[in-house]
C-alpha cells in the first residue's frame, strides 16, 4: 500500500518531490498549492520571486501534468515541479526586466536555452527570482522590485546576483534553482544563504543565445539546490551542446549520485587551500577560521589539506579582471543608454561600467586576454597538482541590507563597488568549474557562510562527488531555525 506523502511537502527537495509524483503519492496539483502557500505567506517579506503567475494558472498547468501522468506520460524528472527562472534569463510569458526600470515590459519572443531545457524536464515556470539591477554587483536589490534580504537576517544582504534564487530555496520557496555566475553570482549568495551553489566549466551550460556568441564567455548559467543531488540532476539538465551557441561544450556531465558511499570522494583528495592569497585579499574576522574548519571535516574523511600559493600577481589578475568586465559589461549597458531617462534610471554602478569601457583601447583588452591566457595555462599546472583549490566563497559575512557595497574590509578600503567580491575572479578567469559548500555561521549573529572550490576544466563531476561526500560528513540542508 502507497505510503501517504509528507505533511509539508516543501521540505523535500526537488528528487524526492519527483519520486513522490512519479509514485502518484502526491499530486502536482498538491505541490504547486502547497508551494504557493508558501510563497503568498513569506514572499510579501522576502521579495525573491517576482513576476509571479496568477494561482490559477498555475493549478490548471499542474492539472494537466496530472492527467500526462494518468495516461503515463512523464516529461522527466522535474515533471510538475515548480520553478521560478531568474530575472536574466528569458521565460516566454514573462518579462526579462533584470531588475531594471527600463526593462519592466520587455517580453522575450522565445525561453533560453536553460529554461527550454528545463521546461523539457516537465518544469512549470512559476514566475522570475529577483537580482540587482542589470546583474551588477553581489547584492540584490533593484528600483523596480526592491531589495531582496537574506533567508538567514531579514536586515543583511542576500547576496547577489542569483540572491532572489538563494533566498526562495533557503526559505523553500522553490525546490532547486537555477541562476547565473559572472562574478560569484552562484557562489556568493548560496553562501550567504546556507545552499548550495555551482558554477560549472565555461560552456557546459549554453547560455542565451544572445547578440554575441563569441567574446562574452565570462558568465555562464547553473544551478543552485539544497541538496548534491538536486544540483548534479539540474546541471545535468542544463548541459550539453547548442549549434547557436559554437563554444558551448559537446561533452555530457558523466555523473551519478553514489547513494552506497558518498564519502568515499574524500578518501585521497588533495585539497589546496588558498585562503587569503597570503594576505593579498582582505577577509572579516572569522571567515578564513570558518571556511578552514569546513575543510577539516573533509580531512577526517580522508582528504589532505595544504596550504598553497596562487603562484601568479594577484593584482596583475585584478587588473585584467577589470578590462574584461568593463569590455563585456558596457555592451549591455550601451544598449539601454540611447532610451530616455536612461541615465536616469540606470545604478551609478552600471554607468560607471559603462564609462570606462568607452574609453577602453582595444590593445589594453588583447594584453587582458593574453593574461587571461597565461592565467589559465598556469592553473592547469596548479591543479594537476591538486584535486582542488579552495578559498571562501565571500570575504565579508552579509552586511547592512541599506549597503550598496562594503567601502572597506578589515579596515582595507575598496577601490570599486565589487572588490570586495574579489575572491570569485579565479575561477571565473579561467573558465574552472567551482562549487561553493555551506561552510557555517558567524559565531556572534549566526550569518552563514560558503567555502568554494575549484577544479580543472571540465571535472565538474568530481566537484559534484567530493560535494556529496561533504554533505554526507556535515549532514544534509539544516533548517532554518531550531524545530523547523
Given at each position: 500500500?502507497?505510503?501517504?506523502?509528507?505533511?509539508?511537502?516543501?521540505?523535500?527537495?526537488?528528487?524526492?518531490?519527483?519520486?513522490?509524483?512519479?509514485?502518484?503519492?502526491?499530486?502536482?496539483?498538491?505541490?504547486?498549492?502547497?508551494?504557493?502557500?508558501?510563497?503568498?505567506?513569506?514572499?510579501?517579506?522576502?521579495?525573491?520571486?517576482?513576476?509571479?503567475?496568477?494561482?490559477?494558472?498555475?493549478?490548471?498547468?499542474?492539472?494537466a501534468?496530472?492527467?500526462?501522468?494518468?495516461?503515463?506520460?512523464?516529461?522527466?524528472?522535474?515533471?510538475?515541479?515548480?520553478?521560478?527562472?531568474?530575472?536574466a534569463?528569458?521565460?516566454?510569458?514573462?518579462?526579462?526586466?533584470?531588475?531594471?526600470?527600463?526593462?519592466?515590459?520587455?517580453?522575450?519572443?522565445?525561453?533560453?536555452?536553460?529554461?527550454?531545457?528545463?521546461?523539457?524536464?516537465?518544469?512549470?515556470?512559476i514566475?522570475?527570482?529577483?537580482?540587482?539591477?542589470?546583474?551588477?554587483?553581489?547584492?540584490?536589490?533593484?528600483?523596480?522590485?526592491?531589495?531582496?534580504?537574506?533567508?538567514?537576517?531579514?536586515?543583511?544582504?542576500?547576496?547577489?546576483?542569483?540572491?532572489?534564487?538563494?533566498?526562495?530555496?533557503?526559505?523553500?520557496?522553490?525546490?532547486?534553482?537555477?541562476?547565473?555566475?559572472?562574478?560569484?553570482?552562484?557562489?556568493?549568495?548560496?553562501?550567504?544563504?546556507?545552499?548550495?551553489?555551482?558554477?560549472?566549466?565555461?560552456?557546459?551550460?549554453?547560455?542565451g543565445?544572445?547578440?554575441?556568441?563569441?567574446i562574452?564567455?565570462?558568465?555562464?548559467?547553473?544551478?543552485?539546490?539544497?541538496?548534491?543531488?538536486?544540483?548534479?540532476?539540474?546541471?545535468?539538465?542544463?548541459?550539453?551542446?547548442?549549434?547557436?551557441?559554437?563554444?558551448?561544450?559537446?561533452?555530457?556531465?558523466?555523473?551519478?549520485?553514489?547513494?552506497?558511499?558518498?564519502?568515499?570522494?574524500?578518501?585521497?583528495?588533495?585539497?589546496g587551500?588558498?585562503?587569503?592569497?597570503?594576505?593579498?585579499?582582505?577577509?572579516?574576522?572569522?571567515?578564513?577560521?570558518?571556511?578552514?574548519?569546513?575543510?577539516?571535516?573533509?580531512?577526517?574523511?580522508?582528504?589532505a589539506?595544504q596550504d598553497?600559493?596562487?603562484?601568479?600577481?594577484?593584482?596583475?589578475?585584478?587588473?585584467?579582471?577589470?578590462?574584461?568586465?568593463?569590455?563585456?559589461?558596457?555592451?549591455?549597458?550601451?544598449?539601454?543608454?540611447?532610451?530616455?531617462?536612461?541615465?536616469?534610471?540606470?545604478?551609478?554602478?552600471?554607468?560607471?561600467e559603462?564609462?570606462?569601457?568607452?574609453?577602453?583601447?582595444?590593445?589594453?583588452?588583447?594584453?587582458?586576454?593574453?593574461?587571461?591566457?597565461r592565467?589559465?595555462?598556469?592553473?592547469?599546472?596548479?591543479?594537476?597538482?591538486?584535486?582542488?583549490?579552495?578559498?571562501?566563497?565571500?570575504?565579508?559575512?552579509?552586511?547592512?541590507?541599506?549597503?550598496?557595497?562594503?567601502?572597506?574590509?578589515?579596515?582595507?578600503?575598496?577601490?570599486?563597488?565589487?572588490?570586495?567580491?574579489?575572491?570569485?575572479?579565479?575561477a571565473?578567469l579561467?573558465?574552472?568549474?567551482?562549487?561553493?559548500?555551506?561552510?557555517?555561521?558567524?559565531?556572534?549573529?549566526?550569518?552563514?557562510?560558503?567555502?568554494?572550490?575549484?577544479?580543472?576544466?571540465?571535472?565538474?563531476?568530481?566537484?559534484?562527488?567530493v560535494?556529496?561526500?561533504?554533505?554526507?560528513?556535515?549532514?544534509?540542508?539544516?533548517?532554518?531555525?531550531?524545530?523547523?
Open positions: 500500500m502507497p505510503q501517504p506523502a509528507p505533511s509539508d511537502l516543501t521540505s523535500l527537495d526537488a528528487s524526492a518531490l519527483s519520486a513522490l509524483i512519479h509514485a502518484r503519492r502526491a499530486s502536482c496539483r498538491e505541490v504547486m498549492q502547497a508551494y504557493l502557500e508558501r510563497i503568498h505567506a513569506l514572499n510579501p517579506t522576502l521579495n525573491a520571486i517576482v513576476n509571479l503567475a496568477p494561482d490559477d494558472t498555475l493549478l490548471a498547468q499542474a492539472d501534468c496530472d492527467a500526462e501522468l494518468a495516461q503515463g506520460h512523464s516529461r522527466g524528472w522535474l515533471h510538475g515541479i515548480p520553478q521560478a527562472i531568474k530575472d534569463s528569458d521565460a516566454a510569458g514573462f518579462p526579462t526586466t533584470k531588475g531594471c526600470t527600463l526593462l519592466a515590459q520587455n517580453m522575450p519572443a522565445r525561453d533560453s536555452v536553460m529554461t527550454q531545457r528545463m521546461k523539457e524536464a516537465g518544469c512549470i515556470v514566475g522570475k527570482t529577483n537580482l540587482p539591477e542589470l546583474g551588477l554587483g553581489s547584492h540584490t536589490f533593484n528600483n523596480l522590485f526592491g531589495a531582496t534580504p537574506n533567508a538567514w537576517d531579514a536586515g543583511v544582504s542576500a547576496g547577489g546576483s542569483s540572491g532572489g534564487a538563494a533566498v526562495a530555496l533557503a526559505q523553500r520557496l522553490l525546490p532547486v534553482a537555477d541562476g547565473s555566475d559572472f562574478m560569484g553570482s552562484l557562489r556568493n549568495p548560496a553562501g550567504w544563504n546556507h545552499v548550495y551553489g555551482m558554477r560549472p566549466t565555461q560552456g557546459r551550460v549554453p547560455s543565445p544572445g547578440p554575441d556568441v563569441w562574452d564567455q565570462l558568465s555562464t548559467e547553473g544551478p543552485m539546490a539544497r541538496s548534491v543531488r538536486d544540483l548534479g540532476r539540474l546541471l545535468a539538465t542544463q548541459s550539453g551542446h547548442d549549434k547557436r551557441l559554437p563554444l558551448s561544450l559537446q561533452s555530457t556531465l558523466d555523473w551519478s549520485p553514489d547513494t552506497a558511499e558518498p564519502v568515499q570522494a574524500l578518501r585521497g583528495l588533495k585539497i587551500w588558498l585562503g587569503d592569497l597570503n594576505g593579498y585579499l582582505a577577509m572579516d574576522e572569522g571567515v578564513l577560521q570558518v571556511c578552514r574548519k569546513a575543510l577539516g571535516h573533509m580531512e577526517q574523511a580522508g582528504a589539506v598553497i600559493a596562487l603562484g601568479m600577481d594577484a593584482g596583475e589578475l585584478w587588473e585584467c579582471w577589470l578590462t574584461w568586465r568593463r569590455a563585456l559589461v558596457g555592451p549591455r549597458v550601451h544598449a539601454l543608454i540611447g532610451l530616455p531617462g536612461a541615465r536616469e534610471a540606470i545604478k551609478p554602478e552600471a554607468l560607471w559603462y564609462d570606462q569601457s568607452m574609453a577602453l583601447p582595444f590593445m589594453d583588452f588583447m594584453r587582458a586576454s593574453q593574461v587571461r591566457s592565467y589559465y595555462q598556469h592553473m592547469r599546472g596548479l591543479l594537476a597538482q591538486w584535486d582542488v583549490v579552495a578559498l571562501p566563497s565571500a570575504q565579508v559575512w552579509p552586511f547592512a541590507i541599506g549597503e550598496r557595497w562594503p567601502r572597506q574590509i578589515a579596515g582595507r578600503a575598496m577601490d570599486t563597488y565589487h572588490r570586495w567580491m574579489e575572491a570569485t575572479i579565479y571565473t579561467a573558465g574552472l568549474p567551482a562549487i561553493s559548500l555551506p561552510a557555517g555561521f558567524h559565531a556572534q549573529h549566526g550569518w552563514p557562510m560558503g567555502v568554494q572550490l575549484i577544479a580543472a576544466h571540465s571535472a565538474d563531476a568530481l566537484l559534484l562527488r560535494a556529496a561526500g561533504y554533505e554526507a560528513v556535515r549532514g544534509g540542508f539544516i533548517a532554518l531555525r531550531p524545530g523547523e
